[in-house]
C-alpha cells in the first residue's frame, strides 16, 4: 500500500471497485489484529495500535470492524495466527522490490508472491538481496495548510531528520527509534498528521523511461498489492507521468 514512484499517485486517484475496497480492509483489519495481539488493546498504551486505528478510519473501515479486529488481536475471538514476513526481489529493468506481508499461510503467501515476480518478468530473490537499498524509516505526513516555518522548527526540536515537501504537503522523516516520540511530540505542540507510518525510503532510484518495462513493473506492483497477504509494496523506481499515463495497466 506504499510506494515511492511519482506513478503511485495517479494509481492512489483512479476510484477504487468494491473488491480492491474489500482487500484493503482486510489489510488494515490484520493489522489491527496483531497490533493489539503484540502490544494490547488499550490505544492509549500502544502506539502500533493506535496508528493502525487511525489509518483504518482514513481508509473507511467501519468502526464495528475495527472493534472487532482488535477484539481479535486481544483474545476476545478466534484469532488468526498471522506472522509477519518480508518478501526481496527484482522486477523488470533492474528495479529492486521489498513486499511486507502478514499471513497465517506462508506457503501460500510465496507461491502467489513467487508467482507474480515471475509472471511480470521478475525474479523474487533471498532475504537482503535488495532490502540494504532502503532505509527504514518513520514518516509523519501533514496537509499543505500547515505552517511549514513552524513545523520545520518544532520537528527539529523533536529530534526528527528532515521535512520533505510533496504536491500533498509535508512529510517529517524520523528514524524508527525516534519515531514515536516525535508523533507525539508534534502533537503536543498542535500538529495533527495525517498519516503516520513507517516506510522503506530508497537510498538510489532507477528512472524508467521505457514504456514497456514500465508497464511490467507498474503491472508486478498493483498484482502483488492485489494479494490478501500483502501489505505495503515498495521499489526503487521513478517513473515519470508521461511514461506512466502511457503504460498498459
Given at each position: 500500500?506504499?510506494?515511492?514512484?511519482?506513478?503511485?499517485?495517479?494509481?492512489?486517484?483512479?476510484?477504487?471497485?468494491?473488491?480492491?475496497?474489500?482487500?484493503?480492509?482486510?489489510?488494515?483489519?490484520?493489522?489491527?489484529?496483531?497490533?493489539?495481539?503484540?502490544g494490547g488493546p488499550d490505544p492509549a498504551g500502544n502506539f502500533r495500535l493506535?496508528?493502525?486505528?487511525?489509518?483504518?478510519?482514513?481508509?473507511?473501515?467501519?468502526?464495528?470492524?475495527?472493534k472487532r479486529a482488535i477484539d481479535k488481536g486481544a483474545g476476545a475471538g478466534?484469532?488468526?495466527?498471522?506472522?509477519?514476513?518480508?518478501?526481496?526481489?527484482?522486477?523488470?529493468?533492474?528495479?529492486?522490490?521489498?513486499?511486507?506481508?502478514?499471513?497465517?499461510?506462508?506457503?501460500?503467501?510465496?507461491?502467489?508472491?513467487?508467482?507474480?515476480?515471475?509472471?511480470?518478468?521478475?525474479?523474487?530473490?533471498?532475504?537482503?538481496?535488495?532490502?540494504?537499498?532502503?532505509?527504514?524509516?518513520?514518516?509523519?505526513?501533514?496537509?499543505?495548510?500547515?505552517?511549514?516555518?513552524?513545523?520545520?522548527?518544532?520537528?527539529?526540536?523533536?529530534?526528527?531528520?528532515?521535512?520533505?515537501?510533496?504536491?500533498?504537503?509535508?512529510?517529517?522523516?524520523?528514524?524508527?527509534?525516534?519515531?514515536?516520540?516525535?508523533?507525539?511530540?508534534?502533537?503536543?505542540?498542535?500538529?495533527?498528521?495525517?498519516?503516520?507510518?513507517?516506510?522503506?525510503?530508497?537510498?538510489?532510484?532507477?528512472?524508467?523511461?521505457?514504456?514497456?518495462?514500465?508497464?511490467?513493473?507498474?503491472?508486478?506492483?498493483?498484482?502483488?498489492?492485489?494479494?490478501?497477504?500483502?501489505?505495503?509494496?515498495?521499489?526503487?523506481?521513478?517513473?515519470?507521468?508521461?511514461?506512466?499515463?502511457?503504460?498498459?495497466?
Amino acid at each position: 500500500m506504499s510506494g515511492h514512484s511519482k506513478w503511485a499517485n495517479i494509481k492512489n486517484k483512479k476510484a477504487k471497485t468494491d473488491g480492491q475496497k474489500a482487500v484493503v480492509f482486510q489489510k488494515y483489519s490484520r493489522e489491527l489484529i496483531v497490533a493489539a495481539r503484540l502490544g494490547g488493546p488499550d490505544p492509549a498504551g500502544n502506539f502500533r495500535l493506535r496508528t493502525a486505528i487511525e489509518k483504518a478510519k482514513a481508509a473507511g473501515l467501519p468502526n464495528d470492524n475495527i472493534k472487532r479486529a482488535i477484539d481479535k488481536g486481544a483474545g476476545a475471538g478466534s484469532a488468526d495466527n498471522y506472522e509477519e514476513i518480508t518478501y526481496e526481489g527484482y522486477a523488470a529493468g533492474g528495479v529492486a522490490v521489498v513486499v511486507e506481508a502478514m499471513t497465517d499461510n506462508r506457503n501460500r503467501t510465496a507461491g502467489d508472491v513467487r508467482s507474480i515476480f515471475s509472471k511480470f518478468n521478475g525474479n523474487l530473490g533471498e532475504t537482503n538481496c535488495v532490502g540494504y537499498m532502503f532505509d527504514k524509516k518513520g514518516s509523519v505526513s501533514f496537509d499543505s495548510d500547515v505552517d511549514y516555518d513552524k513545523l520545520f522548527e518544532a520537528a527539529i526540536n523533536n529530534d526528527a531528520e528532515d521535512v520533505e515537501e510533496d504536491e500533498d504537503g509535508y512529510r517529517v522523516i524520523t528514524t524508527v527509534e525516534n519515531f514515536q516520540s516525535v508523533v507525539e511530540g508534534l502533537e503536543k505542540e498542535g500538529f495533527k498528521s495525517s498519516n503516520a507510518e513507517l516506510t522503506r525510503i530508497p537510498t538510489n532510484t532507477i528512472e524508467i523511461n521505457d514504456v514497456k518495462t514500465a508497464t511490467l513493473v507498474m503491472r508486478l506492483i498493483d498484482r502483488l498489492e492485489e494479494l490478501d497477504d500483502v501489505q505495503n509494496v515498495y521499489a526503487n523506481c521513478d517513473i515519470p507521468d508521461e511514461i506512466a499515463q502511457q503504460a498498459e495497466v
